[in-house]
């Protein structure tokens, strides 16, 4: 079965500083798509950046980018700039291509940004 | 992206009696799915909702408990029966956008349990 581990339960940045958070996974796929989602306090779930494993480049969406390693099967965060407004639990997902189609979630890590 | 809204945003119910959550997207969607997530924890996957066929629910779930609704391709409901405290939780209705394999979530349901 599939699993997500986010090994980082809680984080804290400073205010313009750079946080990367950490998401490994295990699956015997090849084909699959993986996740980060933001859930603010106001508990809406945000799809942040998404990748495909058959990219070889990591995903960019403004400010967020991943590090996809898929030998190692890591799939990390890395906030640049960060802002107070990024604070949030962050939940790495992953789904496989073919199949059940279920969403895999990890436990989430909460992130604090310090003024 | 689709966007989903769900009624209501928050109850507050005693226990032994039952709620129905309702979820409305601004699209049709094949693959709709409801999820339970407790307090501080991640989310966990309730059932996947198909219109015209039975609900299918994970391991730990049954009909009984959650009874879902899906009559369109555009809305569907999700009933918390005799509820106990233990139930109390966000729940989430979500939609599948098959293209690009994304998912998008509603703003949650927050419910209590007295």
């Known amino acids: 079965a599939q699993t997500v581990t986010q090994s980082q339960p809680e984080m804290s940045v400073q205010e313009a500083e750079t946080v990367t958070l950490s998401c490994t996974y295990d699956?015997?796929?090849?084909?699959?798509?993986l996740f980060w989602y933001k859930q603010p306090p106001s508990r809406q779930m945000i799809l942040v950046i998404r990748?495909?494993?058959?990219?070889?480049q990591n995903a960019t969406e403004n400010r967020f980018s991943v590090n996809f390693q898929k030998a190692a099967k890591s799939f990390s965060l890395k906030i640049s700039d960060s802002q107070l407004g990024d604070a949030a639990m962050y939940f790495c997902?992953?789904?496989?291509?073919?199949?059940?189609?279920?969403?895999?979630f990890g436990k989430g890590t909460k992130l604090t940004v310090n003024p | 992206s689709a966007v989903i809204s769900q009624k209501p945003s928050r109850d507050i119910c005693q226990r032994g009696t039952s709620l129905t959550i309702q979820c409305q997207v601004d699209?049709?969607?094949?693959?709709m799915f409801w999820y339970r997530q407790q307090p501080g924890q991640s989310l966990t996957l309730i059932a996947t909702?198909?219109?015209?066929?039975?609900?299918?629910?994970e391991s730990g779930f049954v009909i009984d408990k959650f009874p879902i609704s899906r009559p369109n391709l555009t809305f569907s409901t999700l009933t918390v029966s005799n509820m106990s405290p233990e139930d109390s939780s966000i729940y989430l209705c979500?939609?599948?956008?098959?293209?690009?394999?994304?998912?998008?979530f509603g703003p949650g349901t927050r419910l209590t349990v007295l």
């Open positions: 979500s939609v599948r956008d098959r293209g690009y394999n994304e998912q998008f």
């Open positions: 699956t015997s796929e090849s084909d699959y798509y």
């Open positions: 990748q495909e494993a058959y990219k070889q």
């Open positions: 997902a992953y789904i496989y291509q073919g199949g059940s189609e279920k969403l895999v």
């Open positions: 699209s049709q969607v094949t693959m």
């Open positions: 909702a198909n219109q015209g066929s039975e609900a299918t629910y």
